[in-house]
Each structure stands twice: as structure tokens, then as C-alpha cells.
């Protein structure tokens, strides 16, 4: 087996809650903090600890904005993170592909 | 990484995007203020002197947008209640989804105004709504949790079986004109629908469930 793709796989990614929190966001414009954390079942803590490492890297925006007087926080995908995730995808697809019977 | 790993990554990666593409707001209350309005239109309508076909859809139509702005009322309320966008993706899908069907919907009454039939031949306009609606449902239902599509199933079945058995004629005429009274149908299949569904979601609803 080639170990080539597996080595390439983004590590900030890689790491199951911020993979999930980059899957949900490619799939939306924007997301809300709650949303996102009612969706994933994460704590606030922890959402709040990926998403900082996300946007240390480039990958996620966030946007803080008040709606009807309450503070709304939205994060989304930056340019740089959706080509990462797709680089992400097309890695595994790569590992999947080796491995198919021809 | 195990190819199947990366093959188990990529169904998780999948269904969190699908995930994140679906409405979420809770339907139990809306579906419940749905069934009242609708069931109470049943009632008024039947009291009021509205048996004409051009009063017919009139009526209707009042209900129709009572259900729908206290819809949007609720489901803004929701949204603000959780600190979320009102107008989210999944929200525009839902409703660029609903529009199609009750665009034809909002036709099909006008011509029934238009051609303003006897009163005994207005009940044809329940099961054309009750088809139209159920489409529309079951075309939000791809992004929404599954329950809806069945919902909209429901409507497509019922409005098949009122097409077949009064449009078919075998229901005796006679006693479908003083049952099947057209407000008493609307009433019944719309308002007591939603309200019935609403029931059910109400016992079976769960907001925010983790995946």
C-alpha cells in the first residue's frame, strides 16, 4: 500500500470534531454556534476549542452580529479551508481507490 | 489509514453535510396551530353563509394565510429563542420547495372562483388541494427529517382516495353532498391532519439531537 495520501492528510482536519465541524460548514454558507453545537452534541468548551484551532489555521471565519438584541456568533468556511477540505476528500478517496479490486 | 477507515470517514463526512442541509426548527407546534386554524375554519366556514364557490376559496384563502404568517411567526420565534438566523439554508430550501405546489394551489382556487361551479360540485377542489399540498410536502421533505414526506404521502393518498370515491361516484352522490359538506372536508383533512400530526410530534420531536 501506498502510505503517500495517508501522510498528506491535513492533521488539523484529521481530528474527528473539527473534521465534523469542517463537514458541516462545506455544506452551508454559514452555520451558527448553536447550530453547530446542537448538531454535533458538543459542548460549548470544546466546539469553542475547535473552532479557534480551525481559524488559527485559515479555515473557518467567524462573525460576531446581534440579532433582536442577542449576540449571534456564525462561523463559515474561508476560501483557504474549503480547498483543504477538498483536498482532505480527495486524499481519501485516493486510499479508497488503491484498495479497490480491479 | 485502512481504505475502509477512509471509507467510513467519507459516509461520516457525508451524512454531517447532509446533516447540515436540513431544517431543524420543530414542527410539533406549528403543525398544531396549523390543525387548529384549519379545523376551526371547518366550523366558521360551514356557520358563515360562505356557500358559494367564489366565497368558498376566499375563505380559504384567509385561512390559508393565517396558518401561514402564524407559521412564520413561530418559526421566527424558534430561531430567536435559539440565537439563530431566521432565514437560514435549510429554511429558504424548505420553503423554495413548498412554493411550486402551492402556487398551483392558489390556480387551481382561482379558477375554481373564476368558473364559480354549483356548491354541490365545490368539494372537487379538496382533493386537488389536498394532492397539490401533499407534492409540496413531500418536495420540502428532502430537506427535512423524513417524517414530512410521509406527512406529504398522507395527503397524496387522501386526496387520491376523495378523487376516486366522490369523483368516482362510489360514494352515493346524495350522501356525499350532505357529509362530505366542502368546509367539513377542509376542515377535517387539513385542519385535522395537521392537528393529528402535530399530536404525534409533539410525543416524538426531539430538538437538537446530537448525531
Not at chain 1, 467567524?62 to 462561523?75: E, H, Y
Not at chain 2, 386554524?37 to 371547518?42: I, K, P, R
Request: hydrophobic share 50%.
Amino acid at each position: 500500500m501506498n502510505p503517500e495520501p495517508f501522510l498528506q492528510l491535513d492533521r488539523v482536519i484529521h481530528e474527528k470534531g473539527r473534521l465534523a465541524i469542517m463537514s458541516m460548514l462545506a455544506a452551508s454558507p454559514a452555520l451558527s454556534f448553536t447550530e453547530l453545537r446542537d448538531a454535533l452534541g458538543m459542548t460549548d468548551g470544546n466546539l469553542t476549542t475547535h473552532i479557534r484551532t480551525l481559524q488559527e489555521e485559515g479555515f473557518v471565519a467567524v462573525s460576531k452580529s446581534f440579532a433582536n438584541k442577542r449576540p449571534l456568533t456564525t462561523c463559515s468556511l474561508t476560501a483557504g479551508g474549503r480547498k483543504a477540505f477538498a483536498s482532505y476528500i480527495d486524499l481519501l478517496e485516493q486510499i479508497v481507490r488503491q484498495h479497490k479490486p480491479r | 489509514m485502512e481504505p475502509n477507515q477512509a471509507a467510513e470517514h467519507l459516509q461520516t463526512i457525508r451524512t454531517l453535510m447532509e446533516r447540515s442541509a436540513v431544517y431543524r426548527r420543530a414542527l410539533a407546534p406549528i403543525m398544531i396551530y396549523c390543525g387548529g386554524v384549519g379545523l376551526a375554519g371547518g366550523v366558521v366556514g360551514d356557520w358563515l353563509p360562505l356557500h358559494l364557490a367564489r366565497g368558498f376559496v376566499l375563505f380559504w384563502a384567509v385561512v390559508a394565510v393565517t396558518g401561514l404568517t402564524g407559521s412564520f411567526l413561530l418559526v421566527r420565534r424558534q430561531a430567536l429563542k435559539d440565537s439563530e438566523p431566521f432565514w437560514s439554508p435549510p429554511t429558504r430550501r424548505v420553503a423554495r420547495a413548498l412554493i411550486p405546489g402551492m402556487a398551483v394551489g392558489t390556480l387551481a382556487g382561482l379558477l375554481l372562483a373564476w368558473v364559480s361551479p354549483a356548491w354541490n360540485e365545490c368539494w372537487l377542489i379538496v382533493p386537488i388541494w389536498c394532492l397539490l399540498y401533499g407534492l409540496a410536502l413531500h418536495a420540502a421533505g428532502f430537506f427535512t427529517p423524513k417524517g414530512l414526506q410521509r406527512f406529504g404521502w398522507l395527503f397524496l393518498i387522501t386526496g387520491g382516495l376523495l378523487l376516486v370515491g366522490l369523483g368516482g361516484q362510489f360514494v352515493n352522490p346524495v350522501v356525499a353532498a350532505q357529509v362530505f359538506q366542502p368546509h367539513w372536508l377542509m376542515g377535517g383533512v387539513f385542519g385535522g391532519g395537521h392537528l393529528a400530526y402535530g399530536i404525534y410530534l409533539y410525543f416524538t420531536e426531539k430538538r437538537g439531537q446530537p448525531l
